[in-house]
């Protein structure tokens, strides 16, 4: 299947800093990807959906000023966590879409994910 | 809308025998449905979807899933379980131009 990379795995940040997680389509052109978030022990939440060239559409309560969505190519996607607090600490996991990798099945493919700590 | 509803938070079987998870879902339109797999601290891998065609679905892994639209559901099998199989599962639903819903998620454990 298609590989999506997010990089990095870990990372820790104090508190009131920003923190970017990188999310590539590596052997595909992600025309759409998405940005989940996912508590310890619970499933994935669906955060925002990005289109290339175009503005994240976020979902209900997910503050977008304080994530910052930018896909500005069809194999990059960002995630900025901006003022990170520790409530910010969460394991996040992109997915992406696009062309003949996944069709139109819906089918997503997934990075392997960031744990993000904020101290 | 669609729904999933994962039913047990955590299953636990011996090694050797059946593996079933259960799932159901809601959809206004037909579904599409996918079973993942979540190791530790890791991302998720598809073991199976069902995209309108066969109901029975083979997946990686030796898992398999039956979509029964007469009882709204996508349950998970495998004859025989190993103890490389613990991990998070999860199930999960779309239509076609709609995102994909998860279910919260089940935690199979292996007992030898």
């Known amino acids: 299947g298609a590989v999506v990379s997010q990089h990095p795995s870990r990372v820790i940040c104090k508190s009131g800093t920003s923190v970017k997680i990188e999310c590539r389509s590596l052997?595909?052109?992600?025309?759409?990807m998405f940005w989940y978030r996912q508590f310890p022990k619970q499933s994935l939440m669906l955060m925002a959906t990005?289109?290339?060239?175009?503005?994240?559409?976020?979902e209900q309560g997910v503050e977008k000023d304080k994530f910052l969505i930018n896909h500005a190519s069809l194999t990059l996607s960002t995630l900025t966590v901006t003022s990170a607090h520790p409530e910010d600490s969460s394991f996040y996991i992109c997915?992406?879409?696009?062309?003949?990798?996944?069709?139109?099945?819906?089918?997503?493919?997934f990075g392997e994910g960031s744990r993000l700590t904020v101290l | 809308a669609q729904s999933v509803t994962q039913l047990g938070s955590h299953v636990s079987v011996s090694e050797g025998a059946l593996v079933l998870l259960r799932c159901n879902y809601s959809?206004?339109?037909?579904?599409?449905l996918f079973w993942y797999v979540q190791y530790p601290n890791q991302g998720l891998q598809l073991l199976l979807k069902?995209?309108?065609?066969?109901?029975l679905v083979k997946g990686i892994n030796g898992f398999e899933a039956e979509f029964k639209k007469s009882e709204t559901s996508f349950h998970l099998t495998k004859p025989s379980a190993h103890m490389s199989d613990a991990a998070e599962y999860f199930c999960a639903v779309r239509g076609r131009n709609t995102p994909l819903v998860f279910g919260k998620g089940t935690r199979l454990s292996v007992i030898a």
């Open positions: 052997d595909f052109q992600a025309t759409t």
């Open positions: 997915s992406a879409r696009g062309g003949l990798a996944g069709g139109n099945t819906g089918e997503l493919f």
């Open positions: 990005s289109n290339e060239g175009s503005k994240a559409t976020y």
């Open positions: 069902y995209t309108s065609a066969a109901t």
């Open positions: 959809s206004s339109v037909p579904p599409y």
